[in-house]
Structure formats: structure tokens, C-alpha cells
């Protein structure tokens, strides 16, 4: 059951649970007092128990064991972070092996009608019973709101290549699958590869829509899709970074027109409403640049009055103006922080969610990133909304090394603070 461990696990329900390893369903079964793992096999008369409320692609859930304690993870799907389980007395009845976890979501069960639930402490978990009085929160999955930021990759490119966007379509679809978001805002999209995008979204369900106009004199889009599940969308619009910003059109150097996509959003479960901006900033202008951040925070100011339920996410492109030969990375990163456009958004009271600048965001299809990080999710030093966890920059690919597209996806997980 568990590897190298002495400490059984012991239910008093008698009930299967399974996860998913390498795309195989495997699953608990009773044995006496404790569980034992079984990989499902059709010619054995064992059964998957499916918890009421959760589906079987929101129970992927992984065990692995090291130095004699137990490593869990949820599946990246934020819809992992809450299980309810009937247990006696302890988590693991006479186990004396700590429970550690390795994803910062608070992890709950039920004893004597009671909830119980695991909070962060340090670098492992805790148990604790619920009081109103302590200032611990259970996170429901559905409370949080898992933010992409995701630069496509033009379809219209690569097309000589194994990276044209009909190899590049099921990547993406699978990457979104196992990172299962909220909401994805994207650069460099053609309405046909939106699309389709849209329609892989919603294959299995059709709760996904998304918003945007052409930004581009390239026809792309600053897409922003979301779960209309779980979100409801109050208003959208988009301006360009030019000094008249409600008119398209490129100005300050850049090669090309450039935009922003502003969705204002109400959550269904909480009723707490936030507003998103999606933008792709001018490369190689960095003059471009400059001068678009304050277009940016003008039309926040005008918009939103305020920034606390501010969220602005996308392709900041803050490189160096000039790349002589090979810069090392951790110069180009150290360069990418110093950026004025990133120095301005700091200045108005934003925070940059992804506290790990050493990990570039590009990655030209290549397994080692290459640059500063330039992909964001900010929210603001007061905003109503706090980071669950750590932001990710995700490195999914396929099992050929393929990558859904030349930058990583970013996303956050975000909780209304209460």
C-alpha cells in the first residue's frame, strides 16, 4: 500500500477509492481492516466506488512515499482539493508516519458529524478541528478560481514544422485538461484556433465560453475563456495601446497594433465580483512598452476606480531592448525584472503572484526555458483575493517532448478572503 511504510491505512467505511496513475484507474479495496491497491482489471470483480458529488476525473489523486513518510499529492485539477472521507479518530488510526503534502490546499474529512481538515504548517499539514473562532478557512474547490495566462502560438505559424498548430491542438487540449482552470486568458490567437480551442474545451461539457475582439491588423485575439459554470460575465471590452486607446492602431515604435481584453466577471458560488485584463504587450519595443502601462492603469482607473479586485494577466514581452549574442539567463531574468513596464505595474500596487523569478516563461518548444520571465498574473498589494499556493508555470508535454506552445502557461489559484 504504502511503500517502505509501516503504518496501515485503515477506514471504517467500506468503500473503494481509487486514483489515476499514467492514465490507468487504480483503486483501494477492502482487505480485512485496511485497503490494498488494485489496478483495474475488467476480468476481476472489483469495484470502483465513486464518492457521491465527485466524478471520477476529479478524484485523480497520487500516493508516492519518502524517507518513511507519506507524499501526497492532488492532481493538478484544482477540483482535487476537497475529499470527504470517513475516518476513526485519526487520519491513520495508530499511525505514527507525519502527512505531508506537497500542494498547499487544505485537505478535510468528517468524524462524529464533525469537519475536520488539514492546514498549512510549514512544510507539512495539521489537523484541526473547524471553530468559527480560529482564523482557518476550509478551501471548497469551486471557491477557487484558478487563473492561466497562456501564449498560444499563432496557428498561422510553424507550419513546415513539427510544431504546427495540428500537431501542437491535442497537446493543448490535454494540458488544459490535466491543468483544468477557471479561466485562460490568451495571446497570438486566430479566431479559427480560438475556436477550436473552444470546442475541445467543451467536448466533455459544454461549460466554456470565452470573450475578445480582433486586436491585431494580424487578426489575433487577447481571448479570455471562462467557465460560464461558475462565473457570470457582467460586461467586456477592449482598448489598444495608442494614444487614442478606444481606436485600433499601433503607436510608439510597435510593429504592430496592440490590445487588451477587460471582462468583468461575478462568482456564482460567492457572489464576489473581479475584473480581468488580458494583454500582449510590443515586441521588440521597448519604448512600445513603456508607454502602454499607463494606458493600461488609465483605463483601470477609469473602469474600476479601484484595484482590489483587479486581476491583469499576459505577455509582458520585457525583454532587453537588444540581445548581443548569448545572454545567460539569470542576466536576462535579473534584466526582466528591472523592465520599466514591470517596474511601472509594481509602482501602481500590483504584485507579481509567481514569487520564483528565476524560471524563464519562454520556451521557444525547447524543454529549458530561454529569457525573463514575461508571462503574468498580478493582483494588487490590497486585493480581496489571496494566492492558494504557488502560482505555476506549467512544463507540460507530450510523451514525445512536443509542447503545446513556445511559452509555458502561468496560472494562479486565487481565494476571496473572507
Known sequence: MFSGTTCPLTWIEDHAFHYIHNGDFWYYIRNGNSYEVVKHDANTGHHKIHPEGLSKSTIAYHYTTMAGKLLGRFSQSHNNALIDITVDNAMFSGATCPLTWIEDHAFHYIHNGDFWYYIRNGNSYEVVKHDANTCHHKIHP??????????????????RTSNKWERR?????NCLENMQPTIIGTQEGYPQQLNEILDDLNESSSCWSYVGEE????????AIFYRHDILSLISTNTFWFNEHPLTF???WGAIGSRGCTRAHFQHKLTDHPFIIYNLHLDYPSQNARHHSIPVLLSQINQSDNQIDNVIVIGDFNNWPEKIAGEIPVDEL???????????????????????????????GF???????????VWISSNSIYRVEGETKIDEFHDNHGFFPSDHFPVYADLVYIS
Open 142 to 159: 469551486e471557491e477557487i478560481v484558478r487563473v492561466c495566462t497562456f501564449n498560444l502560438r499563432c496557428g498561422h505559424a510553424d507550419l
Open 169 to 173: 491542438r491535442t497537446i493543448l487540449k
Open 215 to 222: 486586436i491585431t491588423q494580424w487578426r489575433t485575439i487577447n
Open 249 to 251: 492602431g499601433a503607436a
Open 333 to 363: 531574468i535579473l534584466l526582466g525584472q528591472k523592465a520599466s513596464e514591470i517596474e511601472q505595474m509594481k509602482q501602481a500596487g500590483f504584485i507579481d503572484t509567481y514569487q520564483h523569478g528565476e524560471i524563464p516563461s519562454f520556451n
Open 366 to 376: 525547447q524543454s529549458t526555458g530561454y529569457g525573463p520571465k514575461i508571462d503574468f
